[in-house]
């Protein structure tokens, strides 16, 4: 993510070489294609371990991986431009992946793809857009690569003026599943320690990312609503005779995911201007045992015992809960922080 943010904000490319150096790279990855002979590119055995089986097919991935090797072997000053390419073609036009919104597996394979046509012509529409947009290429942007969660040192201290996000929902959504195979594929995680790395910087809002040393739920140890409900799915658990490992950490997922809201919250508050306004997109749930979590409500309820503001709650829109079929909202929680 941090790879793609970074080249979305960059407009300061020199066009010409970019489509030189394109044509060269297109050319030689076809080239090494159609004259390649033996076994076919492919992941390792732990890289394929850390993918959704059949993510994509052998001969799609055999062109990507080449192409991927062509890229890096120019060592270019536009590699993670090309790489931002890569990553979109690849997963939506050249894999098996579909996305309603849980990402899964097609029953219809694709088993053979244009991979370096599809990446060119995704070059080129970026191409396209950086000359339209390129007189703002003086606009400064920077992306951070962080845990929102922790010391903001990056980050100067009354520095922002507003803050607009949307965290993770506390559900049953493993979120790094939606990017795993162009993370394999670019090298972003290799093995099992690589994702486990990267899941313990992630807000916790699913049990696969619950571990033993997680804490944040101390930031929330006064909150009855907090603490309520998490009492109350595992009451539920044990009522229902549930016994998964998974579905004995849900009532746990509750208090890391909004101890950790709360840790960002606290952590922010040095960095926020004096009258900062903040706004969080945020999704009511009803994963854990079909109990209702009004994650905006208790959001605000957090933020106002940290000192800020909650001027309003917005609903931004409402959506059918998968398991029950009722509506559930999602809200835009408005916060102001005064020193």
Known sequence: MHMCASTKVDWNVEIDSLLEELDHITALSITKIKNHKGKLYGFSEDKQKLLIK????????????????TIDDFKSSFENLYKTAFAKQVVLN??????????????IKKTDADVVGLWKEQVLEIVGDIKYYQKYKDVYSKVILGDSRQELSQIKDDSIDAVITSPPYPNEKDYTRATRLESVLLGFINTSEDLRAIKKTLLRSNSKGIYKDDDDLKWIKENQTVNQ???????????????????????????????????????????????AKLAYVVGDQCSYFRIPIRT??????????????????????????????????????????RK
């Open 54 to 69: 059949n993510s994509i097919s052998p001969l799609p991935l055999h062109k990507a991986l080449i192409l991927l090797e």
């Open 229 to 275: 409900l998490a009492e109350e799915i595992e009451r539920t658990r044990m009522a229902l005779h549930k016994t998964s490992g998974f579905e004995k950490l849900y009532y746990k997922v509750v208090l890391q995911y909004f101890g950790g809201l709360a840790k960002h919250l606290n952590s922010l508050k040095p960095k926020l201007k004096n009258g």
């Open 296 to 337: 905006g409500h208790i959001l605000a309820e957090i933020a106002n015992a940290l000192g800020y503001k909650v001027l309003r709650i917005d609903l931004f829109r409402t959506r059918l809960a998968t398991a029950t079929k009722e509506k559930i909202n999602e809200e835009v929680v408005i916060l102001e922080y």
């Open 94 to 107: 050249c894999s098996n992946l579909k996305f309603n919104p849980e990402v899964s597996v097609s029953r």
